[in-house]
């Protein structure tokens, strides 16, 4: 992304998710919060979702009709779900006295590779962006979609895109960043299951990656990787509340608590491969194969013994026929190998920029499990997060113990690792 030019005033950028829009009073109730924040006196540009599950809703149809739809025709569906929800929060804006303008992706300059449903952003050219804000119009950007130069077509982003959009557009702009949901902030745990699981004020980049990463939904996991590589902070907070959110910062230099957050995940699909040649270039062809199916694998473990390697790793169960094509792929070059599929297992980790400098969170960690007879089927640890798979019906189980033991029931009593 180019640098951005010194604007005279201050321009945020504000996203609102697909349930914050979900109907046309919620819709209004975005505009409001649009109208407010350019009364204030700053240049306003949003990024809508599409309405509640139109973006499900659409696939859904697409495979009614055809069992492995086109891709290119895929995108074309696809992004007329934010193009719906941004000119209807347009005409809402008006209707408050504001002037408003919606934007695709490709009229608001957003340019992307060519890979149908899973572009990548490549360059924004806000023209068009500028040119409205500086006649004083609030900016409304279709999320999840750009354009390509290469094939002149609409693309989009992959699911969850649109906090991407909205990242992107800070970079560019200069600007600053609000991603509006319904929910509050990061929590230290869901607090579905943990109910007296604390708002956290600040989260780094590195740890808000390890939990976008291992379950939580609050930010999507490319829109926080592109937020640090340009240091725009996020701040993640409510449509319906005036209530401070989470901020997502470089938070270099702070005191880091030990433990920040319990995440979790449930749905994955552990694959272990036996009889892996011991050679050099297998788990290459391997995970070459599986990465050109676009699949998203967390953790890898590898073991070799008597020049044989067993190697294990979890997908997400969405990616499991993806990944089980992938392997098929793989076999034509390594040779055949035996496959063992685990379903019904569940990710928990501990997160925190703090444990790093604290041995022994990770013996903590299991022995607090095994106090609730929960067996690990995986542990995989970076230096600020420690992961479990467990059966998905411990996982609920395992985040409320671990929640007690390393952040406490209450919001002020946190004890000590
Ligand atoms: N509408 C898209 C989706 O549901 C993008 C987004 O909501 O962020 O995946
Ligand atoms: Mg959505």
């Known amino acids: 992304m180019e640098a951005a030019p010194e604007p005279a005033l201050e321009t945020v950028v504000m996203k609102f998710g697909g349930s914050s829009v979900a109907d046309p009073d919620k819709i209004r109730h975005v505009a409001r919060r649009l109208v407010e924040a350019r009364e204030r006196g700053v240049r306003v540009v949003g990024t809508i979702s599409a309405m509640g599950k139109t973006t499900d809703t659409l696939l859904e149809l697409a495979s009614q009709v055809s069992p492995h739809p086109y891709p290119r025709e895929l995108d074309m569906l696809l992004s007329t779900g934010e193009r719906v929800s941004c000119a209807l929060v347009a005409m809402a804006v008006h209707d408050l006295g504001q002037e408003a303008v919606s934007f695709t992706g490709s009229q608001a300059g957003i340019l992307t590779d060519s890979v149908h449903t899973r572009a990548k952003i490549r360059q924004i050219t806000p023209v068009r962006i500028l040119e409205a804000l500086d006649a004083g119009k609030i900016v409304l950007v279709a999320g999840f979609q750009g354009f390509s130069r290469d094939t002149m077509d609409i693309t989009t982003l992959g699911r969850g895109a649109g906090d991407l959009t909205a990242v992107a557009l800070a970079a560019t702009l200069g600007a600053a960043c609000e991603v509006y949901s319904d929910v509050s902030g990061v929590f230290s745990a869901d607090p579905r299951i943990v109910p007296g699981a604390r708002k956290l004020e600040t989260v780094s980049y590195e740890e808000m990656l390890e939990m976008a990463a291992s379950g939580a939904r609050v930010l999507a996991l490319r829109a926080v990787e592109l937020a640090r590589g340009h240091d725009v902070p996020i701040h993640a907070r409510s449509t319906f509340s005036e209530e401070h959110g989470t901020w997502v910062q470089d938070v270099a230099g702070m005191e880091e608590p030990i433990i920040s957050a319990v995440t979790h995940s449930e749905d994955e699909v552990l694959f272990t491969l036996l009889g892996v040649p011991d050679v050099p270039g297998t788990a290459a062809a391997i995970f070459e194969a599986v990465a050109e199916a676009h699949v998203s694998v967390d953790t890898i473990l590898q073991?070799?013994?008597?020049?044989?390697?067993?190697?294990?790793?979890s997908v997400p169960r969405e990616d499991v026929e993806a990944t089980r094509s992938a392997l098929a792929k793989a076999?034509?070059?390594?040779?055949?190998?035996?496959?063992?599929?685990?379903?019904?297992?569940?990710?928990?980790?501990?997160?925190?920029?703090?444990?790093?400098?604290?041995?022994?969170?990770?013996?903590?960690?299991?022995?607090?499990?095994?106090?609730?007879?929960?067996?690990?089927?995986?542990?995989?640890?970076?230096?600020?997060?420690?992961?479990?798979?467990?059966?998905?019906?411990?996982?609920?189980?395992?985040?409320?113990?671990?929640?007690?033991?390393?952040?406490?029931?209450?919001?002020?009593?946190?004890?000590?690792?």
């Open 303 to 313: 073991n070799a013994v008597h020049g044989a390697a067993e190697l294990s790793f």
């Open 331 to 417: 076999q034509e070059s390594i040779g055949a190998i035996e496959i063992e599929e685990v379903e019904d297992l569940g990710k928990v980790s501990l997160i925190g920029a703090g444990m790093r400098s604290h041995p022994g969170v990770a013996a903590e960690m299991f022995r607090t499990l095994a106090d609730e007879g929960i067996n690990l089927r995986l542990i995989s640890t970076s230096p600020i997060k420690i992961t479990c798979l467990v059966g998905s019906d411990e996982v609920a189980r395992a985040v409320r113990a671990l929640h007690t033991r390393f952040l406490g029931n209450e919001a002020d009593s946190v004890p000590q690792v």
